[in-house]
């Protein structure tokens, strides 16, 4: 299915479309009560994650300038490991606080959290800017 969306939708869609997939198969997460089903579930959500991280990096090479993409991609990546880092921590403390069951909520408000971010940011992602941040882009070195 995402295969026959590259054709034909341009990729700040297509990150909305990764993204709101990964956030609707976090919901199995809430019911899986055995062992099998949650192996199951975390399969299924899993297999979102790649399609997601591709067209986001798809997108930093199309909107970062050229002489700029190395740094475009740290930041990326930077943000990527304190969101793993912060998630990991509140998950944990979730879990020790309210239970192992009610972990899994954490994953349905960030995947949540994330489409309305993406959905607020169309705009910028198809490359057309807001007026205000039109001049405050950052310049290349020469």
């Known amino acids: 299915m995402l295969g026959a969306l590259n054709l034909r939708t341009p990729l700040h869609k297509q990150l909305l479309i990764a993204v709101s997939i990964l956030a609707v198969t976090a919901l199995p997460l809430l019911i899986a009560d055995t ?25 930093i090479e199309r ?49 949540v959290a994330a489409v309305l971010t993406i959905s607020l940011g169309q705009r910028t992602l198809s490359g057309g800017r807001p007026e205000m941040a039109a001049g405050a882009l950052p310049q290349a070195a020469e």
Do not use: C, Y
Not at 94 to 105: E, H, I, M, P, S
């Open 35 to 59: 062992v099998p089903l949650l192996a199951l579930a975390v399969f299924l959500s899993g297999i979102a994650i790649s399609p997601t991280f591709i067209t986001a990096f798809g997108l």
């Open 63 to 111: 909107r970062v300038p050229e002489s700029m993409l190395t740094e475009g991609v740290t930041w990326v990546m930077t943000g990527i490991g304190i969101g793993m880092a912060f998630g990991a921590f509140l998950a944990g403390w979730v879990v020790d606080n309210l239970g192992a069951q009610n972990g899994f909520w954490l994953s349905v408000a960030a995947g």
